[in-house]
Structures are given as structure tokens and as C-alpha cells.
């Protein structure tokens, strides 16, 4: 084994793999898909920090996931789309560089998870103890579930990475369009099973408390709403809760699919464009389905494109 390759401090990223005809559509694509992201996520933000009617708990709460996503998707898709323009054998990455890479890349995993959760807690005292909501969501209380929702994927986060950056390293390439835990430990020529037990551990504990909380907070929602003969609150709580349910799942499935096809090494491919879009499909999709669904959101934006329109042209 020759000192070039144990801890090396340079890796080779295999990326994605295209042909010379598709790899500017595909690029386009990516680069399209990622400026809408942007675009969509800090026009949410904008509106809730400028729109005064916005400054609601659930639209706080909200907040999180455009900053998850463009955080999420800025730290890890311009990398990407510069390594599609490079032959193989120049995709190379420095290893703490990987490592941010994948600090980022399951920090908005965790993130998603952990933020949906506090916005379920949000939607189940809002139906079900609406009496009491505006005491118990306050500021410092929204305050508290955000620093609980980071505060939790970054401990998970940092032992799930630190376990792997104790390893020594006998190989050089990430078999991954980007950086993450698996493709990091897959280096090392050490024993990996705390790391696998722990990275078993992560999952159950995260998918199970996410699952769990979903399933619990909504069986109480309906519960209440089958109770209720009252079809004014029945209907705003369905469509708030079916935004939130759906964003839920399409976070939820992307996630599965990139989780199953790891365990599958001769779909790398599929596996690699599944990585892609469980950043590219959530992100370009939640600010979407906010905003269609959010009255307040609509009706500022109506507002908006209205005063554009009475605007007197010289």
C-alpha cells in the first residue's frame, strides 16, 4: 500500500455518469432546477419577514425548511454540476472538504425530519387546542421547537460524522455524485461496524420518531375533526394538514429510495440520480405547495402583482 493512498488528504469524486451528448441537457437541467430552488426558498422568506400577517407560528416554523433547503442544495448541486463538466480523472475533492460535504448532505436529511416534526406539533395544538394555541406558540416557544429542531440533527450529525473521521484511510474514491457518511467510512480498510451501528441506530431512531409523530399527531387531528361538526374548521384544518402530510411524504420517499438503493450496489446509477433529487424534488417543491396552498401567501402575492399592475407607465 503506498503512502499516496493511506490518509489521503485528495479523493476522487466518480460523480455522475453521462455520455458526451447528455451531459449538457442533463447539466441544464440541474442548473435550472437549482436556480428555481433558490429563487422559490428566498422568495418564501421574503414574504414571511416582510408581510406582517405572515408573522404566525406556522409560517416561523415554516421558515426552516427554505433555509434547510437552500443550504442543503447550495453546498452540494454547484459542486456537482462543475464536476459534470470534468473528465473522471479531474473530479478530485480535498478530504475535509468531503467531510463538510457530507456534514451538510445529512444535516438537511435530519433537519427535514426533525423540522416537519415541530411543524406537526404546531398544526396538532392549532386543531385540537385552539383555545390555548396563541398561549402555548409563542414566540419563545417557536423559538425553543426551532434551536430542539437543529439542535438535535446536529448532535446526531456530528456523532454520525465523528465516527467516521477517527478511521484511517486506505482508498481514494467516493463511488457518490457528492459526499456522504456510507461513501466516507467505504474508505477505510478498518472495521466499520460501530459505524454501521450507530449510522442503524440514526435511521430507526430518526424515521421512527418522524413516523411516529406524524401518526400520533394526525390520528388526534382527526379524531377531532370527526368530533367537530363545525365544517369551517374542519376543511382549514384539512388543507393545512394535507400541505404539511404531503411535503412529509415526498421528503419521506426520497429519502427511502436513496436508503434501499444503497443496499444495492449494482443499481450505482439509480442510486446516484435518487441521491440527486432527494435534495433537487423536496426543495423545488415545498415552496410550491406552501404557496398554492397558504391563503396569506396568495393573497399577498395577488396583492402584489395587483399594485405592479396600477403602476402608472411613463
Not at 49 to 60: A, E, G, K, N, T
Amino acid at each position: 500500500m503506498g503512502n499516496d493512498t493511506f490518509n489521503s488528504f485528495t479523493l476522487q469524486m466518480e460523480g455522475v455518469k453521462v455520455t458526451e451528448v447528455s451531459v449538457y441537457p442533463i447539466f441544464f437541467f440541474f442548473f435550472l432546477s437549482y436556480i428555481i430552488i433558490i429563487l422559490a426558498n428566498i422568495g418564501i422568506i421574503v414574504l414571511v419577514v416582510i408581510d406582517r400577517s405572515l408573522h404566525q407560528p406556522m409560517y416561523l416554523l415554516f421558515c426552516n425548511l427554505p433555509v434547510n433547503d437552500i443550504l442543503g442544495n447550495s453546498l452540494l448541486v454547484p459542486r456537482l454540476l462543475i464536476d459534470m463538466l470534468k473528465p473522471p480523472s479531474e473530479r478530485l475533492i480535498s478530504y475535509y472538504e468531503c467531510v463538510g460535504q457530507a456534514f451538510t448532505s445529512h444535516m438537511f436529511g435530519t433537519a427535514a425530519h426533525t423540522v416537519l416534526m415541530i411543524m406537526a406539533f404546531d398544526r396538532y395544538v392549532a386543531i385540537c387546542n385552539p383555545l390555548r394555541y396563541s398561549a402555548i406558540m409563542t414566540n419563545r416557544m417557536v423559538m425553543k421547537l426551532t434551536v430542539s429542531a437543529w439542535g438535535v440533527a446536529l448532535v446526531l450529525v456530528g456523532i454520525l460524522l465523528g465516527l467516521t473521521v477517527r478511521l484511517n484511510r486506505c482508498r481514494t474514491l467516493i463511488t457518490n455524485p457528492y459526499c456522504d457518511n456510507a461513501s466516507l467510512f467505504k474508505l477505510s480498510c478498518e472495521s466499520v461496524f460501530i459505524n454501521n451501528v450507530y449510522g442503524l441506530t440514526f435511521t430507526v431512531v430518526l424515521l421512527s420518531s418522524s413516523i411516529g409523530s406524524m401518526v400520533l399527531t394526525y390520528t388526534k387531528i382527526t379524531v377531532v375533526c370527526l368530533m367537530s361538526k363545525n365544517k369551517s374548521l374542519n376543511g382549514k384544518a384539512l388543507k393545512t394538514c394535507s400541505t404539511h402530510l404531503f411535503v412529509y411524504l415526498i421528503m419521506f420517499f426520497s429519502g427511502m429510495v436513496c436508503i434501499i438503493l444503497h443496499r444495492f450496489p449494482h443499481h450505482s446509477d439509480y442510486r446516484k440520480l435518487a441521491a440527486i433529487l432527494f435534495h433537487i424534488i423536496p426543495g423545488g417543491l415545498n415552496p410550491i405547495i406552501y404557496g398554492v396552498q397558504s391563503k396569506e401567501i396568495r393573497k399577498f402575492l395577488s396583492q402584489l402583482f395587483q399594485s405592479k399592475k396600477v403602476l402608472p407607465s411613463f
